[in-house]
């Protein structure tokens, strides 16, 4: 890129030349057969193979790209197969299908909407779409024993609508429909003939089973069998009636096996432990409060309750379903479907007539991430696979949405069924994480019962380390305690570096804390913020920051003009007017709106900012009722400027209230704002919360920030070192859910209802939510956590293990199910090299932390110094300033601590530049990333139009870099590639200009020229500094000679003597090529173009700019916020708006006139 | 020392916090429309006791009084409940069942507590006024029943959780010292000294006539049951008196409404305790969005 920017976006195409695939993988890539199943452990580079694997059919077995289909679960996932193809096969590589498995389902229903019998202009119907439907449904539920409360007493999520919307989720997850549940539970009537059965099953066991013996529970157990068999025997024998009359059945044998053990001892063969005649009536559940004395209270199987969860789950489901039904002809009516929807119709078009059609478009499918797949995706999956041609990537240890339909089985057992020939594959080659990070992964995941396939995990090419790599730390005794505390110096001390423990010291983007829970996240943030460690918290988890409800407020107060508690938020916070003006407008009788419209000026004691309010509050609400919604919050921060007034971690949070205002602009007509947006905002965590954990969206990382996330968020995901909190049996215990059974039931038949525990089933999920923690780690892993003791008695294990031995194999649920000993199997998994940081970095920090500044002749640590600030503010404000303390300067320069060691500085020229014309600019830019002062957007603009220069010069310069890779030659073609990038990252605005730009370019010699290198990366050490860049393109003259090449799309002319830029990069190519380059110039494509000039630079003219660049570079070690130019770059500095600028040039808040 | 005239409620307001005061009352702030439906039914149920009690006499008897009070609530209903304040009929209904099962069951032919309510009401909407300490203080009572040996005021309520009961009476002490914070209960004992001295100055006051308060719970007791044809709710009131809490707490009853008496005359609305108001009061206000006595601390950090 040129030296306007030396950013490298992440998501930009890297053709991985330099890497090779490793044995493994060339196995894979290379074979010829089909169908084939490759499971693949965490970072083993299974996308990497599944990529390499499709370039190989397109370039050795001559696949036409478009007769290969690729399926992801994620945009992000999907984006960047297609970006990869593409950067090594050129624009084949965008003719491969790359979908998730959504938006398939979404183009091929377009396709073929006529035969699906839809509506081709459908729409994907919105989470905010969904609700307003559900809220519309609310009277064909048939309510019985569902409360029709809509706002629940225990808060908004346990009304009636959320249980119908999480009701039809589960639902249709499964492809059940509102007829299949209609056929299963059959009539009311006969849902409440089942009501009491439970009861009365418990009835049983408490008339007969009270005996004080073995010998006298022995004698009624017959009876006891006899009338369960009659109430069995009493049932139909399909749908509901069909499970229940399965759970009596499995009583009866429970029965039996009671009496085979009783005989056993009565005849002497058989001890048991005392109080095991109580056994019979606990099991059945006829005693009325729980275990009686001498059966362990955890033991957790009272099995009647089983039946009794089941009939209710049918109660309230024999309720919803014709409110799920009217849900379904809403949709249908508003021409929308939902996202299950989009599966589940198109699954229903493969099985038509047409099906065979659509899956001859494809000869190849190649599925990531398959276990993640649910019932209908893999279905799906399966109707478009012809010839056996499929190739499915996995891995059932990460398998971890099994909670919200994901079936685990697809990729192993349903696999084995569907497709005899499948041939296996392993990965298990890890690029990623250290290898105790792998043997604790490995070592942990043989704790998973049930596993089908295993894998053990072995890093390749580890780098050298010197440090430690799986850290504990013990959550304190204290009940309460959540161990935030331990875990901020952790934090601190990772940053700092100092700890001996430590390799390196890290930036806070390489450190990710990786939650079970949200609640995990809370007490941290807290922490983080008191001790100013930035964060970023990814879209999942929910944070309220000032800022960010100050933006909120705004919104709200369009919404709801007479919402005058928003407009005193927005007053106070974005305008900043005092106690007095706000009283003033609060005073009069009419909305505080009209008075803040129609109040003189004078009557204020700051009118200036009273005008500025007013101002953008008349033209905001001017446009309300005609803009949409994304188009008005545009306009609200554009006129505003209110993201000025927040922090840098606000802006960070404020991206999640873009994200939902993002998702109600996604249709092709966007709503205005309205107080039901605002309502739904409100709302929006605790309705959607299960939605915004799908594993179809990935959050966007944070690299100079604390990455926090769950767990299920992370996913894919890697980071230098990770944090797991509270990693205990209470905390990570799965909570069981409603409609298992039912759900079960309806999908594989009646008798599935009691076939399994699903509690069991969710234990075995939250350890591969453990093992996918675990795995994220590439250096460092420290876990927090922690067990209590046990305190069962002797005799009462003694009880469960006779329960353990008794219960007939038709009775799935075993004693103490459910429980998690998480931590204690950490500790017994610990490889030898782990370390225990309880003591040592979760309980202090190592050298001088955060920095000190001096203040009235005192040294005060950040903390102090903050409140002395604040302090001094204050009183300056009320005006009780001190002559004396005005006088004292604040030493800021020492902010960063004399004993921490400076930041690693990473120099550029763009930087250096920088740094020549304002040492502080520099220092506030490149050394402590500071805000940029309050600007006036309105009083800036583009000499484009509202289209930024940079814009343009990125776009030329990433597409000018894409034709080269791709050896594209013709502007046509580079045309396209600039249309696409354009498309891609939203900036059509850009595009004629960047066209201009190509035009330019096509009337140079350089197109003739042969192209060596584009932006080619490049570092540079000199004298201890590091010097970092892209050069943008080397090229080949005619006459053999290598010349570098500058491009420039700005208006600004380049003077090549006194240029310092061009012999950076000559010194550069020293390194990376083997004969000398000595020319080097700019190709102006811009306005004042197109023109080539270059020069060439002799070794004495490279070594003078070495000498100023060691001696620039030398001098900014000793950085300071002191030190400035003033001149005529002010005009484009940032930060002028300090007094160092020239007095034109400031201009400050509520100063500003127009 | 003014001689403003304040209610119960307003003083409440101004114990739970004086910045909550200063914006309600003193600036007037429009919160958002929140839902009106809760409101609604007390005023459903207020005014069907109220009209019930006017149109009873001593010897109506029970089945004539419990069919006026359902025909009185039919007539309510349609004319307060707003379909508006529900998302759906099925909500609206549901709360219509379990308003009307509560005034069914108060007026229960067969000993409902309302039956005598109604009978020996002397009032109505009974406003009263007192003055101690040179504070003078003003309220409502809904009704005030002839007994025995003197008067019984009523305030209904939809249910009493919460209200000021002889085991957490202590707390009242405590809020006074600033160690608790006890809006709600303070309120109750701010409504009890009005009604109970108040009271004494009506005319229908005799001296030597023992007063008491109570506060009576619609809505204590709800159920719900489902069969197959739907649902069926129930609901049984009764009532929490709280006149011994006021004559044994008389003295912090009264110096509570003194400070908050003369908070709202001095027009001091700096929030104090400011610990325990953030911690107690901040979360539920109306004005926590705006205020900046909160808001500061969190830019502070």
Known sequence: MSGDSDEYPSWYPVPEEGVSPEPQQETIIDSDAYPVRVLAGAGTGKTFTMVRKIEHLIDEEDVSPDRILALTFTNNAADSMREKLNAKLGTAGYDVDA??????????????????????????????????????????????????????????????????????????????SPGDIDGFLGSADRVYGLADLPERVETIASDHLGGRSVSSVLDSLPEVRGELVAERDGLGTDGIEASARDFLG???????????????????????????????????????????????????????????????????????????????????ERNLIDFDGLVVETAALMDSPVGEEIAERWDYVFCDEFQDTD???????????????????????????????????????????????????????????????????????????????????????????????????????????DGASQLRPVVENLVSGDAENLDEAYDPGDIALLVRKHAHATPLIDEFEDAGIPYQVAGDLATESVGVGTVTAYLKALARPEDEVSWNRVLLMRYRLCDADIRTLNADDDRLVDTLRETPLEEFEEPDRVAEAR??????????????????????????????????????????????????????????LTPEFIDSLEHYDSLFDEGGTTPTSQPDVADDAVNVMTIHKSKGLDFPVVLVPQVTADEWAPSSRTYDALEASLSDGAEA????????????????????????????????????????????????????????????????????????????????????????????????????????????????????????????????????????????????????????????????????????????????????????????????????????????????????????????????????????????DALPAAKQCIDRYFELDLPSYEIIDAEREFELNIDGHELVGYIDAVYRTPDDELVVIDYKATERHRDLEGDTQLPIYLLACRGLYDEPVARAGYAYVGDIGPKVETRTFRGGDLAAVRDDVTASMNRIAEFSFGRYAAGEHCQWCQHNQLPCAPGTFTVGPGFNER | MSSESLSPSRLANYATCPRLYDYRYVQDVNTPDRTELYLNQGTI????????????????????????????????????????????????????????????????????????????????????????????????????VRTDDGLHIFDYKRNTDGVLSSGTAEYLGEHLDGEAHEPKRVRNAFQTATYVEGVKNEPFYEDGMTVRFSFYGLLNSTSFESSSDGYEVSARGYPRETTGIYHEHRAAIWALIRDAHDGITGEAYEPEPFELITEEACPDCDYREMCADRLSPEVRR
């Not at chain 1, 949409?628 to 802006?651: G, P, V």
């Open chain 1, 375 to 481: 019932r209908l995706q893999f279905d799906l999956v399966t109707s478009l696979v012809t010839d056996d041609n499929l190739f499915v990537v996995g891995d059932d240890d990460q398998a971890i949405y099994e909670w919200r339909g994901a079936h685990v089985a697809n990729i192993t057992d349903e696999l084995d069924q569907a497709f005899a020939a499948l041939t296996d594959e392993p990965l298990e080659e890890n690029f990623r994480s250290r290898q105790p990070i792998l043997d604790l992964a490995n070592e942990a995941i043989q704790k998973l019962d049930h596993r089908e396939r295993h894998k053990t995990l072995k890093r390749v090419d580890e780098p050298a380390y010197d440090g430690d790599t799986i850290a504990t730390v013990e959550l304190p005794d204290d009940d309460d305690a």
């Open chain 2, 45 to 144: 149920y207020h005014e069907t006791i109220e009209d019930v009690c006017d149109a009873t006499d001593r010897g109506d008897d029970p089945e004539t009084i419990h069919n006026r009070a359902m025909r009185i609530f039919d007539a309510k209903w349609d004319e307060h409940s707003i379909p508006d304040d529900y998302e759906s009929a099925a909500h609206q209904e549901y709360q219509r069942a379990e308003n009307r099962a509560a005034i069914a069951s108060f007026f229960d032919p067969d000993g409902g507590d309302g039956i005598e309510h109604a009978r020996y009401s002397v009032a109505t909407e009974c406003w009263v006024e007192c003055e101690v300490d040179g504070r003078k203080l003003h309220g409502k009572a809904d009704n005030v």
């Open chain 1, 615 to 672: 101002e953008h509050a008349t033209e905001l609400l001017d446009i309300r009722d005609s803009a949409s919604l994304s188009h008005l919050y545009r306009e609200l921060t554009d006129r505003t400027n209110i993201e000025w007034y927040l922090s840098e971690q606000e802006r960070r949070d404020l991206a999640q209230l873009e994200d939902v205002i993002g998702q109600y602009g996604e249709g092709a007509v966007q709503p205005p």
């Open chain 1, 250 to 332: 499995r009583l009866v044998d429970l029965c039996d096996a009671l009496e085979v053990a009783f005989e056993a001892h009565e005849a002497g063969n058989q001890e048991l432990p005392d109080n095991s005649y109580k056994l019979p009536k606990y099991l059945l559940g006829g005693y009325a409060n729980g275990a009686p004395k001498g059966i362990p209270g955890d033991l957790g199987l009272e099995l009647a309750d089983h039946l009794d969860s089941f009939v209710s789950d049918c109660l309230a489901a024999r309720d919803l379903t014709a409110g799920y039904a009217a849900y379904e002809r809403e949709l249908d």
């Open chain 1, 753 to 988: 209802a009691f076939a399994q525990d699903f509690v069991e089933r969710d234990t075995r999920e939250t350890r591969r939510v453990f093992h996918v923690a675990i795995t994220r780690a590439e250096d460092i892993l420290v876990l927090q956590g922690g067990s209590e003791e046990g305190d069962d008695a002797v005799d009462e294990d003694s009880v469960s293990e006779l329960v353990d031995e008794i219960l007939p194999s038709r009775i799935p649920w075993q004693p103490e199910r459910g429980q998690l000993p998480l931590w204690a199997d950490v500790l017994g998994c610990l490889p030898d090299d782990a370390v225990d940081w309880t003591d040592t970095l979760a309980s202090g920090t190592v050298g001088h932390i955060g920095g000190t500044v001096n203040h009235d002749g005192e040294e005060l640590a950040v903390d102090a110094a903050r409140d002395r600030v604040i302090d001094l503010a204050t009183a300056s404000l009320n005006g009780n300033l001190s002559p004396r303390t005005e006088r004292e300067t604040l030493q800021v320069s020492s902010l960063n601590g004399p004993s921490t060691p400076a930041p690693s500085l990473s120099h550029s020229y763009t930087s250096l530049t920088a740094y020549e014309e304002c040492p502080r600019s520099h220092y506030l830019d490149y050394v402590v990333n500071a805000f940029p002062d309050y600007q006036d957007t309105t009083a800036t603009s583009d000499s484009g139009g509202g289209v930024s220069q940079r814009e343009i010069g990125v776009l030329f310069h990433d597409t000018a870099e894409q034709a080269a890779n791709q050896a594209v030659e013709r502007p046509e073609q580079w045309y396209e590639i600039c249309e696409r990038l354009a498309s891609h990252r939203r900036a059509a």
């Open chain 1, 99 to 176: 979908y998730t498995y959504h938006s398939i389902c979404n183009e091929i229903l377009t396709d073929y909407a006529y035969e699906a019998g839809i509506d081709p202009d459908f729409e994907v119907a919105t989470d905010a779409e969904k609700y307003a439907i559900v809220l519309d449904v609310l009277d064909d539920i048939e309510y019985r024993s569902v409360k029709p409360n809509v706002y629940g007493s225990d808060g908004y999520a346990s009304g009636a609508a959320s249980k119908l919307l999480s009701f039809i989720g589960s639902m249709k997850r499964s492809d059940i």
